[in-house]
């Protein structure tokens, strides 16, 4: 009697300790449930809470272990039997109460932390030594402590006692108790404490995993704030900083030509140029100042990105670099550092033809205002580099080849075609590229005292 008696009542007591905690987070489980409340709502007390839970949980019990050994070994008048139910039974059952706890609870955390932040409240951490060396506590010293002890004990019975065999029986029969409480306890304790320390591990393999196949939106649930989940906390700055550095790629792709953000990344900003011969090419939209004081902002706005968008995709397609946009015109590169090429010149050609056929699916979008548009194409030396200060700097090309370019263009809205190409350019690309042109001898263009050869090309 006395003994269900007070083993209910620290069952009892051990149930009022725990509603106060469990109350509290079971409240703001059904808030956040609800979306009344957000975790960044939780109070940190309530945050301790839910981190201790299962060392809370533990403790309980440790303290119904304590009562319990305290009242019988009052009642026998041994101060044996007060540590053999504390030591004894009280550590292992609180052990593994602590190690099941936390594992079943684990789950749960993610709820209350989807951040997985559990480094910024300072809760109970059992760190994954001292797991460890429970463990060892209970397999390699708790057992064989106690085998000792009660060898030594029934040692110094059976010299005084009038029937030894009775003596020796006891002695088996407490040994294989023993013997059998600390395999199930050592088992238990080896099973809980290694799928402790491995689930957290496997996680973590499985979303490096992710990241190996260039998944940047791998995560690891963070359920420990031991060694284990600080590193699974650190996994997931490192994703999202990926994320970050992939999202500035991607904008700086946007912004500028993939050639000159990959240049910037793998050898920085460094100010200067280099003389190379390459071929520029120059496109311009044919009176487009009529055609943007007949379209309100917005309309024009969508024309332009709309005619750009399908320029640059053919522009890429065909090796080309978008160097700069001038509103309606478009300066374009083939065979710089950024995007080498042998046959520049036939590039340029082939993109030029390539423009003039998505312009002719552009048109044939609209009912109105139709575009056209001339090319003007020269091969030559220009010096190619980063130009700018400490503030900003533009990967750019200049040179005489650049200007020539931009001159022969404006010239095609005076001769028979849209397109007219340098010497230089026909004499490279007509080495291995059949395309036709018209010669035409003498031509003055702006800021050239001599006249110069170019070749006329109408391509439809």
């Given at each position: 009697m006395i003994f269900i008696a007070v083993i209910a009542l620290a069952i009892f007591a051990g149930i009022y300790m725990g509603g106060r905690w469990e109350g509290s987070i079971k409240a703001w489980y059904s808030l956040i449930k609800s979306g009344e409340k957000t975790p960044a709502d939780i109070p940190i007390k309530t945050k301790r809470y839910i981190l201790d839970y299962p060392l809370y949980s533990a403790g309980v019990t440790a303290i119904i272990w304590v009562v319990v050994g305290i009242v019988f070994g009052l009642l026998n008048q041994s101060f044996r039997v007060l540590i053999g139910i504390i030591a004894g039974g009280g550590l292992i059952a609180t052990s593994l109460l602590y190690f099941v706890g936390d594992l079943l609870w684990r789950p749960i955390i993610p709820f209350f932390f989807p951040d997985g932040n559990l480094s910024e409240v300072h809760a109970f951490r059992l760190p994954v030594l001292g797991k460890l060396l429970i463990v060892l506590l209970f397999i390699g010293i708790l057992p064989p402590v106690l085998l000792v002890n009660l060898s030594w004990q029934r040692a110094q019975i059976l010299i005084a006692a009038p029937n030894p065999e009775t003596v020796l029986e006891n002695l088996r029969l407490v040994q294989l108790f023993i013997l059998s409480v600390s395999i199930i306890a050592s088992i238990g304790l080896a099973v809980f404490t290694t799928r402790s320390i491995t689930e957290p591990i496997d996680a973590l393999r499985k979303a490096m995993g992710q990241v190996k196949k260039n998944d940047l939106d791998a995560q690891v649930f963070v359920t420990t704030n031991d060694e284990l989940g600080y590193l699974g906390e650190n996994f997931n700055q490192m994703t999202a900083g990926l994320r970050q550095k992939e999202m500035l790629?991607?904008?700086?792709?946007?912004?500028?030509?993939?050639?000159?953000a990959q240049e910037a990344l793998v050898h920085g900003t460094k100010l200067g140029g280099e003389l190379i011969e390459c071929t520029v090419l120059f496109s311009d939209i044919r009176s487009f100042t009529s055609i943007s004081e007949t379209l309100s902002p917005d309309k024009l706005m969508t024309l332009l990105n709309r005619y750009m968008s399908m320029m640059v995709e053919v522009i890429i397609k065909n090796g080309g670099m978008v160097n700069k946009f001038g509103g309606d015109s478009l300066l374009v590169v083939f065979g710089t550092p950024l995007n080498p090429a042998d046959n520049h010149a036939e590039q340029a050609i082939r993109t030029a033809q390539a423009m003039f056929g998505a312009l002719d699916i552009f048109n044939q979008e609209r009912s109105s205002s139709l575009l056209e548009i001339g090319i003007g194409i020269?091969?030559?030396?220009?010096?190619?580099?980063?130009?700018?200060?400490?503030?900003?700097?533009?990967?750019?090309?200049?040179?005489?080849?650049?200007?020539?370019?931009?001159?022969?263009?404006?010239?095609?809205?005076?001769?028979?075609?849209?397109?007219?190409?340098?010497?230089?350019?026909?004499?490279?690309?007509s080495q291995n590229f059949t395309f036709q042109a018209e010669h035409i001898p003498n031509i003055r263009v702006k800021g050239k005292k001599e006249t110069l050869g170019a070749y006329a090309m109408d391509i439809r």
């Open positions: 790629r991607n904008l700086l792709n946007i912004y500028v030509s993939p050639e000159v020269a091969t030559g030396a220009v010096v190619a580099g980063n130009i700018g200060g400490d503030e900003r700097i533009e990967y750019t090309v200049i040179g005489d080849t650049v200007n020539l370019a931009s001159r022969l263009e404006g010239k095609t809205k005076e001769i028979e075609g849209n397109t007219l190409i340098n010497e230089e350019t026909y004499q490279q690309a």
